[in-house]
């Protein structure tokens, strides 16, 4: 991935499954996916924009600061 700072990192427990990560992903294959209800990361794919992060409406999506 670009960004080798942040991982992206998906919390279970608060998503509601609504699919507007996938959608608001700008990268081209998309870096992540809803399928049936579980979100996929694409780590290959993402640099770590934060779009997804931003629009997510309960916060379900955060970056992991890696050292
Ligand atoms: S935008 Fe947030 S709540 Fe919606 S599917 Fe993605 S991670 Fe889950
Ligand atoms: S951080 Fe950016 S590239 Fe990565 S999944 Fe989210 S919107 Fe896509």
Not at 30 to 50: F, H, K, M, P, S
Request: with cysteine.
């Amino acid at each position: 991935m670009a960004n080798q700072d942040n991982k992206l990192v998906w919390n279970e427990e608060v998503c509601a499954g609504c699919g507007t990560c996938e959608r608001s992903c700008p990268h081209e294959p998309r870096a992540i996916a809803v399928n049936e209800g579980r979100v996929v990361i694409d780590y290959d794919l993402c640099d770590a924009c934060g779009v997804c992060v931003k629009e997510c409406p309960v916060k379900a999506l955060s970056f992991e600061v890696l050292a």
